[in-house]
C-alpha cells in the first residue's frame, strides 16, 4: 500500500508541475501574440499613411504617371517625334 501512496503523491506533483508550466506557457504566449499584433498594427498604420500620401499626390497631379506621362509625350506621338 505504501508503494502505491508515493506513486501516487509523485503523480500528482507532475500534475502540478504541468499546470504551472501551462500557466507560464500561456501567459508567455499571450504576451508573444500581443507584441505581435501592436506590432502589425503599428506597421498597417505606416502603410495607411503610406497610401493617404499617395492618393493625396496623385489627386494633386503628381505620382509617377503624370511625371512619366510629361517626359514621354504621351505615347506613340512622341516616338514618332523622336525619330525624326
Known amino acids: 500500500m505504501g508503494g502505491l501512496d ?6 500528482q506533483k507532475h500534475i502540478e508541475e504541468l499546470k ?3 500557466r507560464e506557457y ?4 499571450k504576451a508573444y501574440l500581443e507584441s505581435q499584433l501592436r ?10 499613411a503610406e497610401m493617404s500620401r499617395a492618393e493625396a499626390a496623385r489627386a494633386a497631379g503628381g505620382g ?3 511625371a512619366g506621362a ?5 505615347g506613340r506621338a ?3 517625334q523622336a525619330s525624326r
Open 78 to 80: 512622341g516616338l514618332d
Open 20 to 22: 504551472q508550466f501551462e
Open 6 to 11: 508515493a506513486k501516487r503523491t509523485a503523480l
Open 39 to 48: 506590432d502589425l498594427d503599428g506597421s498597417g498604420k505606416g502603410l495607411e
Open 64 to 66: 509617377l504617371a503624370a
Open 26 to 29: 500561456r501567459t508567455r504566449l
Open 70 to 74: 510629361g517626359a514621354y509625350g504621351g
